[in-house]
């Protein structure tokens, strides 16, 4: 008996009628696809992705060893003096004074008490007038050209105006904080909101959602990505304006110790103080991007994970 030969014309009907897909759908058949030919459980690729971190992290640590190494020895053997610029051993013995003391943990928590809390208040309002701005036009014409005016002023010129109103203390150092938070996370959700595609906005009242579900459903998974990257820029410009910061009469913070480092002339103080920095914000980056990666499991993309 023949079989009933199935047409192009059928293939393209059929394929016009499936539903297409909306962001951060669930994915079942796709990712059980993946795992069928990884050759593996979840659990096995979750290990399988842990282990892989290891080398990856390791890696990393090379060009700031061999570095520190060659200075170490340049020293040693006389090749540089180490005077303006001391070896890495001179470095762990500085840090090492400041931590029995109990200087260094003072200072350190002094810092990111200030960052993570001018963080969360900036973060949150650059992110709400963002989805205002995105979300309405009139509020994008009457309220965007102020921010951008403002957005080119350079930061150092908010100091003495905080200084003026708000004194020396905690609240001027927490403003100039979440000022520079707030312009890289409020624009870089903005601009994502302004390119999201219109075939996904379609696609959703194809489905007969509100303007609502839209939003959350279609509009926010398309943004995320791009949300989190402004909110990593946010972060890293915290740090920056932490040190403007605690030059502000502060009597403790690492801005404090690179501020007592140059006044007494001490290069190790200073040095120090900037690995501590470096250190703290490597490792803020890292909590916050392990954060954002459950609610970007969803995507399908090639990525390269650091």
Request: charged share 15%; net charge positive; glycine share 10%.
């Amino acid at each position: 008996m023949d079989l009933p030969l199935v047409h192009d014309t059928d293939r393209t009907v059929m394929a016009a009628e499936a539903p297409p897909r909306l962001p951060g759908q669930a994915r079942g058949v796709d990712a059980d696809l993946r795992r069928h030919d990884a050759g593996g459980s979840p659990a096995d690729a979750r290990v399988q992705r842990a282990a892989g971190l290891w080398p990856g992290a390791c890696l990393g640590l090379v060009i700031p060893l061999a570095g520190a190494v060659a200075w170490e020895l340049a020293v040693r053997h006389g090749l540089a003096s180490g005077r303006l610029m001391p070896p890495p051993s001179r470095l762990a013995q500085t840090a090492a004074v400041l931590a029995r003391s109990g200087e260094l943990q003072t200072h350190m928590l002094a810092t990111m008490g200030r960052v993570g809390l001018g963080f969360a208040i900036g973060a949150a309002a650059g992110t709400a007038l963002g989805m205002l701005n995105g979300a309405s036009r009139m509020a994008l014409r009457l309220l965007d050209p102020s921010v951008q005016a403002l957005r080119a002023i350079p930061s150092i010129a908010w100091v003495p105006l905080f200084i003026l109103w708000l004194g020396i203390f905690e609240t001027s150092k927490l403003a100039l904080i979440a000022l520079g938070v707030f312009f890289p996370v409020y624009l870089g959700l903005l601009t994502a909101i302004q390119s999201v595609d219109r075939k996904l906005i379609e696609v959703g009242r194809v489905f007969g959602l509100s303007r609502i579900e839209i939003a959350l459903l279609v509009t926010w998974p398309a943004v995320m990505p791009a949300w989190i990257a402004a909110l990593r820029t946010g972060l890293g410009l915290g740090f920056m304006f932490v040190v403007a910061a605690e030059l502000m009469g502060a009597s403790e913070g690492l801005g404090y110790l690179l501020l007592d480092g140059e006044q007494m002339g001490r290069a190790d103080e200073i040095l120090v103080a900037m690995f501590v920095f470096a250190v703290l914000g490597k490792a803020a980056d890292s909590v916050l991007v392990s954060a954002a990666r459950p609610v970007l499991r969803w995507q399908d993309t090639h990525r390269l994970r650091l």
